[in-house]
C-alpha cells in the first residue's frame, strides 16, 4: 500500500486517522475512535490487511465520510444542570477538557481561570501540573494564561525551558516538570474574563490537531461558561434580594417597636433607631434585631421572607 497514516482530530473533536498517498492527496479516512490507541490499533490492523481488500473494515472514503452527530454540547449541559455552583461546574469542565486533547504526553492537565469584578477569581484544574502553572502566573504575574487573558489570543509554548517570553516562570515551571502549555482565552460576556491553559510534562506535546482541538473545545466551553455565568448572576441577585427583604421585614418590625414606645411616626422612628446605630456603630439591620430581641426576650431572633 503506497502513502502513510496521519492521526488527527476533527471539528467534532473525534480521534480519527487517514491515509495519505505520496503526493499528500487524501486516499481514506477512518472512522472515529475513542482515543490514540485505539486508533493505531486500527493503523496496524489496516497495515496488515493491506492487499486483501480488508482496508474497507477500517477506512471509507472522504467524499462518502458520514460525521456522527456530536455530544460534547449534551455532556456540558448536564454539567450545568446537575452542578448547583459554578465553581463545581468549571472544576468539572477542566476535566472535559483534559479528556478532550488527548495529547502524547502522559500526564495533560487543564486548568480554568475566571475573573469577575467584585468577585473572588474562580480557579479550577483537573490535576497538579495546572494547578502549578496558575500559582506561578499569580506569583510572578507573567505567563501563557496572562498573555492569552491580556492580549485575547491562543498562546502555545513547545518547550519552556528554552522560551523567553516568560523568563522567571519559565524556569521555575521546568524545575515543577512543567514543559508545553497551550493557552485559549475563553469569550464571556461584559466585564469578565476567562482563560483555559493546558499543561504537559513532556516538550512539543500539543501537535497542531492538538491545538485546533483545544481551540474547538474552548468555543463550545465559552458557549457553556456564559450561560453558567447569566444563571449564576441570576441566582445571587434573587439571593440579593431575598437577603434585602429579609433585612427590611426586621428594621420595619423594630420601628414598630420604637414608634410604640416614643409614641411618634415611621419618619421619626427610623431616624431615632438610624441615630442610635450610627452612635454605636452598629449596622442598621443589626440594632433593630437587638431592639426586637429586648421586647421579645428572645436573642435569637429570625426573620424569613418566604416569596
Same mark, same amino acid.
Given at each position: 500500500m503506497a502513502g502513510h497514516f496521519e492521526l488527527f482530530t476533527d471539528d467534532q473533536f473525534h480521534i480519527r486517522f487517514q491515509l495519505?498517498?505520496?503526493?499528500?492527496?487524501?486516499?481514506?479516512?477512518?472512522?472515529?475512535?475513542g482515543d490514540k490507541r485505539a486508533a493505531a490499533d486500527a493503523i496496524i490492523q489496516v497495515r496488515e490487511c493491506a492487499g486483501t481488500g480488508l482496508i474497507q473494515d477500517h477506512c471509507r472514503k472522504t467524499t462518502t465520510m458520514a460525521v456522527p452527530k456530536p455530544d460534547l454540547a449534551l455532556e456540558l449541559e448536564d454539567l450545568i444542570l446537575n452542578d448547583g455552583k459554578l465553581e463545581d461546574f468549571v472544576e468539572n469542565l477542566t476535566a472535559v477538557g483534559a479528556n478532550i486533547v488527548n495529547c502524547d504526553s502522559s500526564d495533560t492537565a487543564c486548568g480554568i481561570s475566571i475573573n469577575r469584578p467584585k468577585k473572588h477569581p474562580i480557579k479550577a484544574s483537573s490535576g497538579l501540573l495546572a494547578r502549578s502553572l496558575d500559582q506561578l502566573e499569580d506569583d510572578f504575574k507573567q505567563g501563557p494564561n496572562l498573555t492569552a487573558l491580556i492580549e485575547q489570543r491562543t498562546v502555545h509554548a513547545s518547550d519552556l525551558s528554552g522560551d523567553d517570553r516568560w523568563p522567571r516562570l519559565a524556569r521555575s515551571a521546568t524545575e515543577r516538570?512543567?514543559?508545553?502549555?497551550?493557552s485559549i482565552p475563553l469569550e464571556v460576556e461584559g466585564p469578565n474574563q476567562a482563560v483555559m491553559g493546558l499543561t504537559a510534562l513532556t516538550s512539543d506535546a500539543?501537535?497542531?490537531?492538538?491545538?485546533? *482541538?483545544?481551540?474547538?473545545f474552548a468555543e463550545e466551553a465559552s458557549r457553556m461558561l456564559r450561560s453558567a455565568l447569566r444563571i449564576t448572576k441570576l441566582t445571587e441577585t434573587v439571593h440579593d434580594l431575598y437577603a434585602a427583604l429579609e433585612h427590611r421585614t426586621v428594621i420595619d418590625s423594630a420601628l414598630g417597636v420604637v414608634m410604640s414606645q416614643?409614641?411618634?411616626?415611621?419618619?421619626?422612628a427610623f431616624k431615632i433607631l438610624r441615630s442610635a446605630a450610627s452612635s454605636r456603630n452598629l449596622k442598621l439591620r443589626?440594632? *433593630?434585631a437587638s431592639v426586637i430581641a429586648s421586647v421579645s426576650g428572645d436573642t435569637n431572633v429570625y426573620f424569613h421572607f418566604d416569596p
Open positions: 495519505l498517498a505520496p503526493d499528500g492527496s487524501v486516499l481514506a479516512v477512518s472512522g472515529p475512535f516538570g512543567i514543559r508545553s502549555c497551550l500539543f501537535s497542531r490537531n492538538d491545538i485546533y *482541538a483545544a481551540e474547538a416614643n409614641h411618634c411616626d415611621h419618619d421619626t443589626d440594632l *433593630a
